[in-house]
């Protein structure tokens, strides 16, 4: 069946430094893929998605690459903000949909 | 104009009452979901209705029952709470059923606490 594995948290990091959270995936044939942000007290909200290999997804300074060689795909930062501190989910649909446990990203200033 | 909306925000309650939680999309949306998140973040889907059919029933207890009037509306009633039906429950809306690419939109959650 379809899965989704991400890396587990917490993850603390300091404002500006580099961020990379790790997602994998099993699903047969060709899935979409997304990363969704929980802000502390609210919803889950698209972050960024990929629909085919190698496409890469972009959104407020994250990228994640669909690298269906590696079935990952990870999500990535330059320099994080106090304001990227939430909760974020990488998921898949395939005929269903499947949610990774959730990482928990705290940035401190 | 909030998309999907959900009422109320918090609920609690002892254990062994009934309750509903609302849910209502103005996106025109033909999906909605409803999905349990624990304590640990942990996001669990429990069903899926399409057109007002339902199309995804995980394993929940049948003391859920999801009800559909219309396209725009998923409400859920839980009979005789457990302490273990505390959680944040979400409605989300998307335009296909777990089509291939479709994004899903949240409602803000309802926060169970079951004394």
Same mark, same amino acid.
């Given at each position: 069946?379809?899965?989704?594995?991400?890396?587990?948290?917490?993850?603390?990091?300091?404002?500006?430094?580099?961020?990379?959270?790790?997602?994998?995936?099993?699903?047969?044939?060709?899935?979409?893929?997304?990363?969704?942000?929980?802000?502390?007290?609210?919803?889950?909200?698209?972050?960024?998605?990929?629909?085919?290999?190698?496409?890469?997804?972009?959104?407020?300074?994250?990228?994640?690459?669909?690298?269906?060689?590696?079935?990952?795909?990870?999500?990535?930062?330059?320099?994080?903000?106090?304001?990227?501190?939430?909760?974020?989910?990488?998921?898949?649909?395939?005929?269903?949909?499947?949610?990774?446990?959730?990482?928990?990203?705290?940035?401190?200033? | 104009?909030?998309? !999907?909306?959900?009422?109320?925000? +918090?609920?609690?309650?002892?254990?062994?009452?009934?309750?509903?939680?609302?849910?209502?999309?103005?996106?025109?949306?033909?999906?909605? +979901?409803? +999905?349990?998140?624990?304590?640990?973040? @942990?996001?669990?889907?429990?069903?899926?209705?399409?057109?007002?059919?339902?199309?995804?029933?995980?394993?929940?207890?049948?003391? @859920?029952?999801?009800?559909?009037?219309?396209?725009?509306?998923?409400?859920?009633?839980?009979?005789?709470?457990?302490?273990?039906?505390?959680? !944040?429950?979400?409605?989300?809306?998307?335009?296909?059923?777990?089509?291939?690419?479709?994004?899903? +939109?949240?409602?803000?959650?309802?926060?169970?606490? !079951?004394?």
């Amino acid at each position: 069946g379809n899965s989704v594995t991400q890396m587990e948290g917490p993850v603390t990091l300091s404002e500006e430094a580099f961020l990379t959270i790790n997602c994998t995936y099993t699903a047969t044939g060709y899935p979409s893929l997304f990363w969704y942000v929980q802000y502390p007290g609210e919803g889950l909200q698209l972050l960024l998605k990929a629909t085919k290999a190698d496409d890469k997804g972009s959104n407020k300074g994250f990228e994640a690459t669909y690298r269906k060689e590696t079935t990952s795909f990870h999500l990535e930062k330059g320099s994080v903000q106090v304001s990227d501190s939430a909760v974020y989910f990488c998921a898949l649909t395939n005929n269903d949909m499947r949610f990774g446990a959730g990482t928990r990203l705290t940035v401190k200033p | 104009d909030t998309a !999907v909306s959900q009422t109320p925000k +918090y609920l609690v309650t002892q254990m062994g009452n009934d309750k509903s939680i609302k849910c209502e999309q103005n996106l025109g949306h033909d999906t909605m +979901y409803w +999905y349990k998140q624990d304590s640990k973040k @942990f996001l669990k889907i429990m069903f899926s209705y399409n057109n007002k059919e339902l199309i995804i029933n995980e394993t929940v207890p049948n003391r @859920f029952s999801p009800k559909s009037p219309d396209k725009a509306h998923l409400n859920l009633h839980i009979n005789s709470l457990e302490l273990g039906d505390s959680a !944040v429950y979400f409605c989300a809306s998307s335009q296909e059923p777990s089509a291939k690419g479709e994004t899903q +939109y949240f409602g803000p959650g309802t926060r169970l606490l !079951v004394l």
